[in-house]
């Protein structure tokens, strides 16, 4: 594994901060996990996991901490101040330098946010559950940089081409849009699939237009979709049992 097979966050903020998302290329799993998969959950060798994350460790500095999650698509934000045991939230917030705040995904949309001058970083780990409940609204409310300043990068997720979802999910986020006022541009997120009753999702979609109702308007990334580029990416929707990738961010002391 050679970080030149990791996607960097490509976004106009401060050059200390480091974010990241890496690729199922480079690693030491086997099929189905093959091969860097960083996930201790989904029934991987843990030796092999255990390999994989150590090489990912050996080609960044030292002194970094890292601090895991268990994620359970919700809407918790876990604070932290120094890496510790893993916590069990679907969201990292720090303003200390050299902790890595990481999550896992395999379709669901990792989010990087980051204040401009530095100063404090999140990631979001938002499956649609935790995208309708609110994950990013909890994030954001949590951050003490003003949202003009704040950039989000949006990672590698399943794109609208592959996600496809019941009238029962595009009625969850319709009815948890906030405002009146957002629902036609939810609405708008859901394009009806080929099959009756059935919806393509766009995830991207859905969170610039949460982000935008913040007031965050520095947004980039979106360009990936997990289910299309299989060489590249693990799909939970096109696999079902295999790895999951790590997206981390951190502020360089
Ligand atoms: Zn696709």
């Given amino acids: 594994m050679t970080l030149s097979q990791t996607i960097f ?11 990241f998302s890496t690729t199922r290329l480079g ?9 860097f998969n960083l996930a201790t959950h989904v029934g991987d060798d843990s030796q092999r996991v255990a390999s994989n994350r150590a090489l990912l460790k050996e080609q960044l500095p030292q002194q970094l901490e890292w601090q895991w999650l268990d994620q359970v698509h919700g809407d918790d934000v876990a604070v932290v101040n ?16 050299n902790l890595v ?3 896992q995904a395999a379709d669901c949309l990792p989010l990087f946010v980051a204040a401009v001058d ?7 780990h938002a499956g649609w559950k935790g995208l309708a409940s609110g994950v990013i609204e909890n994030t954001i409310s949590r951050m003490s940089t003003s949202t003009s300043s704040l950039a989000v990068f949006l990672g590698p997720a399943i794109g609208s081409c592959h996600f ?23 609405e708008a997120c859901f394009v009806c699939s080929k099959n009756p009753g059935k919806y393509m999702a766009d995830l991207y979609a859905i969170a610039r237009l949460k982000l935008s109702a913040l007031g965050i308007d520095k947004i980039s990334g979106g360009a990936y979709c997990t289910h299309c580029d299989d060489d590249k990416f693990f799909s939970y929707r096109r696999d079902g ?8 961010i951190y502020i360089e002391a």
């Fill in 27 to 35: 690693g030491l799993s086997e099929s189905p996990f093959a091969s």
């Fill in 118 to 124: 530095g100063t404090e970083v999140a990631v979001i």
């Fill in 241 to 248: 049992v295999t790895g999951r990738m790590l997206n981390a």
């Fill in 101 to 103: 705040c990481c999550v």
């Fill in 82 to 97: 120094k890496a510790g045991a893993t916590l069990t939230a679907d969201a990292i917030l720090t303003t200390s330098s």
């Fill in 164 to 186: 496809e979802v019941g009238a029962q999910v595009r009625n969850y986020f319709l009815a948890a849009s906030g405002s009146p006022s957002l629902v036609p541009a939810m």
């Fill in 9 to 19: 966050a490509d976004w106009d903020v401060s050059p200390t901060i480091v974010a």
